[in-house]
C-alpha cells in the first residue's frame, strides 16, 4: 500500500482537565546580600506587617534595695508527749556565726525556746524601746539579737536530759565553768587550779604547844623547795635567833603556798651577806642550819598552815608557839 494516499492524521484529543488550568508562579526569592540572616518562609507563617506598631511607655523598673534577712521561724514547742519524756533538762543556745555556745540552761517542758521567742518578738534597748522591767532585766536576749543579726537563727541544743533538779544544776555549773559563760548558777563558780584546790581542801596543820616553830613561805604551790636554796636570806629578828632562848624557835617548816613541805630541826642561825648594792641600811637576813626532822614530817607534811598566815597578804616568816602569845607574825 502506498502511503501517499493516506489523509491527514486525525487530530488528538487529550481528556485532561488540568489543562486549562493556569500553572502558578513561583513567589520571588530575594537574593541575600552577605551578613543579613535570611528566614525560611514557611507556609504557615504569617505575612510581617509594615506597619510598625505604636510604642507603649513602661515603667521604670525600681532599683532593688538590699534588706535584712528574715530570720527563720523559730520553734516554739516540742511535739506533744516529747516533753514528759525529756523531764528536766539541761540546754544550750549556740551562736550562729562562731558555732559556739552563749548560754546554758535548765528547764522543763518548752522552757528552751523561751529566750529566743521573746528576744524576736520584743525589742531591745538599742532600737529605742522601753521595755518591761521583767523583759529588760535580761541581758540574754539583746545577746540573742546580736547573734541573729546576719539573718540566721540561734541553734537550741539539749546537752543532757532526764535529769533531777539537783542534777542539772550541777551540769549547768560544771559547763559554765568549762566554758567561762558567767552565767551565775545555783552552785557558784568552783573551777580553779587543781593543786590551790587541794590546798584549800587538805588537812589543817594543828601545832603541839610544845613544837615551837617559824614558818618560811618559800613561794606559791609547785616552788622549789631546795635546802641549800631555801635556807638563806630570812628576814629574822635578832631576838630569835639566839637558839638558847626558851622563845626562840626549835624548827624551820618550809611553806610552799599554805601547805607544809618539809620540817627541820634548827642546829643554828648565821647573818646571810647583804646583797650587792643593798647599803649600810639593808636589813638584816639570816640562814638557818639544820637537819630534817622525819617525826614531825610525818605529822605536818601535807598539811595547810593558812589558819596561822590570817587574811590578806601572808607574811614570809610566821611564828608559832614562839613569843608570849601562840602566833606571832613577822613585820
Known sequence: MDITDRGPAAPVVVDDTWSTTATPEAP??????????????MPWTEPESTTQPARVPTAPVPELVPTAVDVAPVQVSFPPGVAAKLAVYVYLL???????PFYVGKGRGDR??????AARTTRGPSDGATLPSKVAKFPILDRIREAESDG?????????????????????????????????????????????LGASLAKRAK????????????????????????????????????????????WAVLVAGDLVDSVYRIDGWEASPAPD??????????????????????RYVGRSVSAYLGGGTPSQVTYVWCGPHWVNAAQ
Not at 224 to 247: E, F, K, L, P, Q
Open 152 to 196: 540566721r537563727p540561734v541553734r537550741i541544743e539539749i546537752l543532757r536530759h532526764g535529769l533531777t533538779a539537783a542534777e542539772a544544776d550541777l551540769v549547768v555549773g560544771a559547763v559554765d565553768d568549762a566554758l567561762a559563760l558567767g552565767i551565775p548558777t545555783g552552785t557558784g563558780r568552783q573551777r580553779s587550779p587543781a593543786v590551790e
Open 94 to 100: 549556740i551562736d550562729p556565726r562562731t558555732g559556739r
Open 207 to 250: 601545832f603541839k604547844r610544845g613544837h615551837q616553830v617559824v614558818l618560811l613561805r618559800v613561794g606559791a604551790h609547785g616552788s622549789d623547795v631546795d635546802y641549800a636554796t631555801a635556807r638563806h636570806g630570812w628576814r629574822i629578828d635578832r631576838r630569835w635567833v639566839d637558839t638558847t632562848s626558851v622563845r626562840a624557835p626549835r
Open 277 to 298: 648594792g643593798a647599803g649600810a641600811r639593808a636589813v638584816e637576813r639570816y640562814s638557818f642550819s639544820g637537819s630534817r626532822d622525819a617525826d614531825l614530817e610525818a
Open 112 to 117: 528552751c525556746f523561751r529566750h529566743v521567742e
Open 28 to 41: 520571588s526569592v530575594p537574593i541575600p546580600v552577605p551578613g543579613d540572616v535570611v528566614k525560611p518562609t
